[in-house]
């Protein structure tokens, strides 16, 4: 949205503070920066994963296999014909796997180069359509380490969990993808209710997200509601040197909390984007199209965003 901007320089800050009293003295004018706002229906970018230059790259297993799953889910369940899409990646290694997001992860190096030759970063999608969760799975000790991508406060939200067990039941039936025969199961996580796809022809017990424990490699899970569906498109063996690797952001914080605090403070940042705007960071501001008036976005000035998360309990 044009109007809306991200001002973090001194300069315009004075110029929001110094516009504070023409706001107050021309109630008018107030109402209709404030309508005008609350017409800005897109959301305020304040939830959606936020792409990174890397830092402290590490390597922390050799990637044997990687997995790609084509990802669809639904943000809003208002529309649920909109249909959200991803490209996410499952590496796994020796003890280790990892699943992510290949298109922010794409983001990633992209944001890094322009970085490293001080030029602006130019974005090649759109990172509302992502999923924003990156999951490692320490295979050997069953760890999970989550970190979920935020854009608000610049800060990434990550927690650390003993790997859920998840108490699968194995129907009846079958059906190939990708040329693998693969069998039917079934489970309920955390809210929801699954049927899962999996092949006994690569015997190892991963999948995307969270999903794991089947004889065989998960190659696609969906919800009883079709609200996420991971299929698996491709597979590909790692080549000598493949890593699994980790890295963390210049311009971004990590904040470790419990899962449990986690989901809280993000279904808080849902239902009042324009507050969440003021805990920290830069400040966003509203613009007139003189360019001349700013606005400094407060509680309730955006409507709540859709909130429709994996795991619902």
């Not at 209709?32 to 305020?44: F, L, M, Q, T």
């Not at 296999?65 to 084509?70: L, Q, T």
């Not at 324009?274 to 976005?297: I, Q």
Request: with cysteine; charged share 30%.
């Amino acid at each position: 949205m044009k109007d809306i901007v991200i001002i973090i320089t001194l300069s315009l800050f004075l110029c929001a503070t110094s516009c504070a009293q023409d706001i107050k003295d021309n109630p008018q004018f107030a109402k209709s920066v404030k309508n005008n706002i609350r017409k800005a229906r897109r959301s305020s970018g304040i939830s959606r994963p936020f792409s990174i230059s890397k830092k402290d790259m590490k390597d922390i297993d050799s990637c044997r296999i990687k997995v790609y799953y084509d990802v669809k889910f639904v943000k809003d369940t208002a529309d649920r014909a909109s249909v959200c899409k991803d490209l996410q990646r499952l590496d796994i290694g020796y003890n280790y796997t990892y699943c992510y997001s290949r298109l922010l992860h794409i983001n990633d190096s992209l944001r890094t180069i322009a970085y490293e030759k001080d030029e602006n970063y130019p974005s090649k999608l759109d990172e509302n359509d992502v999923l924003p969760e990156e999951i490692l799975t320490n295979t050997k000790t069953k760890t999970l380490n989550v970190r979920r991508r935020m854009y608000y406060n610049y800060t990434n939200l990550c927690y650390n969990e003993t790997a859920p067990k998840i108490e699968w039941k194995l129907e009846n039936g079958s059906k190939t993808i990708i040329d693998y025969l693969c069998k039917k199961a079934s489970c309920t996580f955390r809210g929801r209710k699954y049927t899962a796809w999996y092949t006994p022809d690569i015997p190892i017990y991963s999948g995307p997200y969270k999903f794991a424990g089947l004889p065989g490699l998960i190659m696609q899970i969906s919800s009883d509601d079709n609200d996420y569906i991971w299929t698996c498109v491709g597979l590909e063996k790692g080549r000598p040197g493949d890593m699994i690797t980790t890295y963390k952001a210049h311009n971004m914080k990590e904040k470790v909390m419990t899962r449990e605090k986690i989901m809280a403070l993000i279904k808080k940042i849902y239902k009042d984007p324009g507050g969440a705007l003021g805990v920290g960071g830069p400040k966003e501001l509203f613009v007139s199209d003189d360019r001349k008036t700013v606005h400094m976005v407060t509680s309730g000035d955006y409507p709540p965003e859709p909130y429709n998360p994996i795991e619902l309990e």
